[in-house]
């Protein structure tokens, strides 16, 4: 079965840290550009970061630039989102998605493959 799994998420404090994993099973991620999501109670789902195929582009979206990073290791056919100085409006689940070719767009249907998603709750 080909699918992307999400794990890392949790509960942390304002200005903690996590770091969020993308694995992929069934398929190799290493011809495929990914990019993260989150969705917010209430709000509709938003693209946040994007990386290539090779780890050569990344893309952050303006509300996490600087705060986030996208990372990822072929080897081990998993991205990364590290999360830095989280903020209460970070709290989502957040959830990954695979695509044949890099984008900064975000829209669904440039993408193969969706992780049902990773709670993050940053609260005090």
């Known amino acids: 079965q080909l699918q992307l799994v999400e794990s890392g998420g949790g509960l942390v404090q304002p200005g903690g840290s996590l770091r969020l994993s993308c694995a992929a099973s069934?398929?190799?991620?290493?011809?495929?550009?990914i990019s993260w999501f989150r969705q917010a109670p209430g709000k509709e789902r938003e693209g946040i970061s994007s990386?290539?195929?090779?780890?050569?582009?990344?893309h952050y979206r303006d509300s996490v630039k600087g705060r986030f990073i996208i990372s990822r290791d072929n080897a081990k056919n998993t991205v990364y989102l590290q999360m830095n100085g989280l903020k209460p409006e970070d709290t989502a689940v957040y959830s990954c998605?695979?695509?044949?070719?890099?984008?900064?767009?975000?829209?669904?249907?440039?993408?193969?493959?969706w992780g049902r998603g990773t709670q993050v709750t940053v609260s005090s």
């Open positions: 990386i290539s195929s090779s780890g050569d582009r990344t």
């Open positions: 998605a695979a695509s044949t070719y890099y984008t900064e767009y975000y829209f669904d249907y440039e993408f193969d493959y």
């Open positions: 069934g398929f190799t991620l290493d011809s495929y550009s």
